[in-house]
């Protein structure tokens, strides 16, 4: 009986410490957890968006490309006339992910200056490229 009574609480309170340090522990690493992935989420839907951009230049010059090669009569000015008149048009991927030209025009002798705008998951990265055409 004497036994029982000489019990001061010295494991409970033991317990209580160790479930505490580890509950401090298991929370920190969570917290990691999410906040990494939040900026693992945030970086892919910014190069997603620069991705759509580039894309978006690389399709317009494509187009001006084929347009010259076309039709070898039309000089730069009316490739650019047909090309402003593309602008603000959205060329839509997915749902979630398009791109627009947002601006093109000649810059120099036969230099046409490309601007695309990439938006994917409400991210927009605008991206701008030149274009060197020898005319016919």
């Not at 000089?75 to 627009?100: H, P, S, V, W």
Request: aromatic content about 6%; overall charge negative; proline content about 1%.
């Amino acid at each position: 009986m004497n036994r029982l009574n000489n019990e001061h609480g010295a494991a409970l309170v033991l317990t209580l410490f160790i479930v505490t340090i580890m509950l401090l522990f298991i929370l920190t690493l969570s917290y990691q957890v999410i906040n990494t992935t939040k900026q693992v989420t945030t970086v892919e839907k910014n190069m997603d968006a620069e991705h759509l951009a580039k894309m978006g230049v690389e399709y317009y010059y494509q187009w001006v490309k084929h347009e010259h090669v076309q039709s070898p009569s039309k000089n730069i000015e009316e490739i650019i006339t047909a090309l402003q008149g593309m602008t603000d048009k959205e060329i839509i991927i997915d749902q979630e992910r398009r791109f627009l030209l947002m601006n093109a025009k000649i810059d120099g002798s036969n230099l046409i200056k490309i601007t695309c705008k990439g938006i994917a998951f409400g991210n927009d990265v605008i991206e701008t490229n030149e274009i060197k055409l020898v005319d016919h």
